[in-house]
């Protein structure tokens, strides 16, 4: 209803799990690897479970664009049968044909087992997949145990993945299935996005839907997570509700007044109750009423002293602090953790003192010494052009910090102040929660925290192309830039040097796409066998050139980030 008022292509908040619009958070990834390990490690039991609505569908439906080839696929939606059913569903999903009327568990059983024996002589195997596996009875628990048990004298026949609620994890642990509970070889839970996560995650949405500029305010977005909790699933249903009610108001962008209104409709009344404008409010009260009473309840009595008329607390050598969890009324409660509310301050004064530079011509000076190069003054090219001058190019994307930390090069983040002025940060160097910015000569190291409220995910790099005449190369090219490929796929894959019998085949085949993809895989770009300027980056990352400029020196497991090209 609202998708032309609001310039857009489609729904971006509809409930159905379509891949395209998968947000692949930093637990999202993690449990895309875990259930990938599974399959390629050929585990028997691979276990992911998530509260409701924290997108495991939609993964699994990632999963399933991304099985390798030689996978056979049986996926149950209703895992609501007996054991005799199950077991018939697995063979329909695998085309194995069976009498009809078959009331035998033991026939078709043997006749799944044969159908995976010849799989597994074909070089390939089969993975069974169960959604909403909590509603699995213990009966059927334990003969999906049993398959298990079909296996060769090395491997197992069939691997089995189980996604549901928590509730399943408490199924698993009870006595009578701890022998299947023992064969469990990964197991991941899925929890809530993080309050920068959901901000990225509503404009991934957008930006899907054909989005071209930003529709909801920070505040709007900031009350989105509390109210939702950072459950996708609510929200798509509370952002889904304001957009409407903003088309109906004929308003331009989706404030917080809005957002609590579709919060109350889609969760109830009970939901305001979250607005932290009410928490904020009840803790001052309390605190206010504590006072009042003079903290004779407290032992030791401290007393956090303030000077009603400069808000300052009172200077004394030997007064502690205030008590932990208190609430400073001159800053309000801290909402970015420890530092986050400092951090912040140092943000918003840096945008708005003018002392340093935050325009855009200023940032890409500085990521232009990064590269050691000078930023040419070549009037009437945009910034890109001039990058590409000196051998370099930019990428522009929407993200977040894992995703920064993936493409690991100094970035400019363009983050909005207050008054609604857009900025430019060069970030040169991401160490654990702390990021450096250089601006002009300055340098500030303060806690990544402290930017959120201000980024919306817009950032760019530079990076440096290699000597290709192709900007993406895929199955079916073939020429020099192909070899070239090949050739630092055998870098890095170490393969031992010798004279070949034929030379290294200039084509893009099928066996060339397969290592591309695990190349993708293994540095957490999509598998999609496509060598584009994501791939390029990685692969110019994994060569180990000391002139690429690094945005961390180290990029620890669990900090990576898939993103669609």
């Known amino acids: 209803m609202?998708?032309?008022?609001?310039?857009?292509?489609?729904?971006?908040?509809?409930?159905?799990?379509?891949?395209?619009?998968?947000?692949?958070?930093?637990?999202?990834?993690?449990?895309?690897?875990?259930?990938?390990?599974?399959i390629g490690e050929r585990c028997g039991f691979v276990l992911?479970?998530?509260?409701?609505?924290?997108?495991?569908?939609?993964?699994?439906?990632?999963?399933?664009?991304?099985?390798?080839?030689?996978?056979?696929?049986?996926?149950?939606?209703?895992?609501?049968?007996?054991?005799?059913?199950?077991?018939?569903?697995?063979?329909?999903?695998?085309?194995?044909?069976?009498?009809?009327?078959?009331?035998?568990?033991?026939?078709?059983?043997?006749?799944?087992?044969?159908?995976?024996?010849?799989?597994?002589?074909?070089?390939?195997?089969?993975?069974?997949?169960?959604?909403?596996?909590?509603?699995?009875?213990?009966?059927?628990?334990?003969?999906?145990?049993l398959l298990t048990n079909l296996e060769t004298p090395t491997q197992k026949l069939l691997q089995i993945l189980l996604i549901g609620q928590p509730e399943l994890q408490t199924i698993m642990a009870r006595p009578e299935l701890r022998q299947l509970s023992q064969r469990i070889t990964a197991r991941y839970h899925l929890t809530p996005l993080l309050l920068n996560e959901t901000t990225t995650y509503i404009g991934h949405r957008l930006e899907v839907a054909g989005c071209k500029r930003r529709l909801f305010t920070r505040g709007a977005l900031r009350l989105v997570h509390r109210l939702s909790g950072g459950v996708p699933r609510?929200?798509?249903?509370?952002?889904?509700?304001?957009?409407?009610?903003?088309?109906?108001?004929?308003?331009?962008?989706?404030?917080?007044?809005?957002?609590?209104?579709?919060?109350?409709?889609?969760?109830?009344?009970?939901?305001?109750?979250?607005?932290?404008?009410?928490?904020r409010w009840a803790v001052i009260i309390l605190i206010l009423l504590i006072l009042g009473a003079g903290w004779r309840f407290l032992d030791p009595p401290i007393i956090w002293e303030q000077v009603v008329v400069t808000g300052k607390p009172a200077p004394s050598v030997d007064t502690p602090g205030p008590p932990k969890g208190a609430v400073n009324t001159e800053t309000g409660p801290r909402e970015n953790g420890d530092g986050g509310e400092e951090a912040s301050s140092l943000v918003r004064d840096l945008l708005t003192a003018g002392d340093v530079p935050t325009d855009r011509d200023s940032a890409f000076e500085t990521l232009f010494r990064q590269w050691e190069r000078e930023y040419p003054d070549l009037p009437g090219l945009t910034n890109c052009e001039r990058a590409e001058k000196v051998g370099l190019r930019c990428m522009r994307g929407r993200g977040n910090w894992t995703i920064l930390g993936n493409l690991n090069r100094p970035a400019i983040l363009e983050v909005v102040d207050e008054d609604q002025r857009t900025h430019y940060l060069p970030v040169v160097s991401m160490e654990g929660p702390d990021v450096t910015l250089e601006l002009g000569f300055r340098r500030e190291t303060l806690n990544r925290s402290g930017i959120e409220p201000f980024w919306f995910g817009d950032f760019t790099i530079l990076w440096r192309p290699p000597p290709l005449n192709r900007a993406v190369m895929k199955r079916g090219d073939s020429g020099p830039d192909v070899l070239w490929l090949r050739s630092h796929l055998d870098s890095l894959e170490g393969s031992p040097p010798g004279i070949e019998i034929f030379?290294?085949?200039?084509?893009?085949?099928?066996?060339?796409?397969?290592?591309?993809?695990?190349?993708?895989?293994?540095?957490?770009?999509?598998?999609?066998?496509?060598?584009?300027?994501?791939?390029?980056?990685?692969l110019n990352t994994a060569a180990g050139?000391?002139?690429?400029?690094?945005?961390?020196?180290?990029?620890?497991?669990?900090e990576r980030h898939v993103i669609d090209p």
């Open 2 to 38: 609202y998708n032309a008022y609001f310039g857009l292509t489609e729904n971006p908040f509809a409930l159905t799990p379509d891949p395209r619009f998968l947000f692949m958070s930093q637990r999202h990834r993690e449990a895309l690897a875990h259930l990938l390990f599974g």
């Open 503 to 538: 030379p290294p085949s200039p084509f893009f085949d099928d066996t060339l796409k397969r290592r591309v993809m695990d190349f993708q895989r293994a540095h957490f770009v999509k598998a999609d066998g496509i060598v584009g300027e994501q791939t390029l980056i990685q």
């Open 545 to 558: 050139d000391d002139s690429i400029p690094l945005l961390c020196d180290q990029i620890q497991h669990g």
């Open 48 to 145: 992911l479970t998530g509260e409701v609505g924290t997108g495991k569908t939609t993964l699994c439906r990632s999963l399933l664009e991304q099985i390798p080839e030689g996978v056979e696929v049986a996926l149950v939606l209703n895992p609501k049968q007996t054991a005799l059913e199950l077991v018939a569903s697995l063979c329909d999903e695998l085309s194995i044909s069976y009498p009809a009327g078959t009331e035998s568990l033991k026939v078709l059983v043997d006749l799944l087992n044969l159908h995976l024996l010849e799989i597994h002589a074909r070089g390939r195997r089969t993975v069974l997949i169960i959604d909403e596996a909590q509603n699995l009875s213990a009966d059927v628990l334990e003969q999906i145990r």
């Open 234 to 279: 609510l929200i798509n249903t509370i952002c889904d509700r304001a957009l409407l009610g903003a088309y109906a108001g004929q308003r331009d962008r989706v404030n917080r007044g809005l957002v609590r209104k579709a919060a109350s409709e889609v969760m109830g009344p009970r939901s305001s109750l979250r607005s932290p404008r009410v928490l």
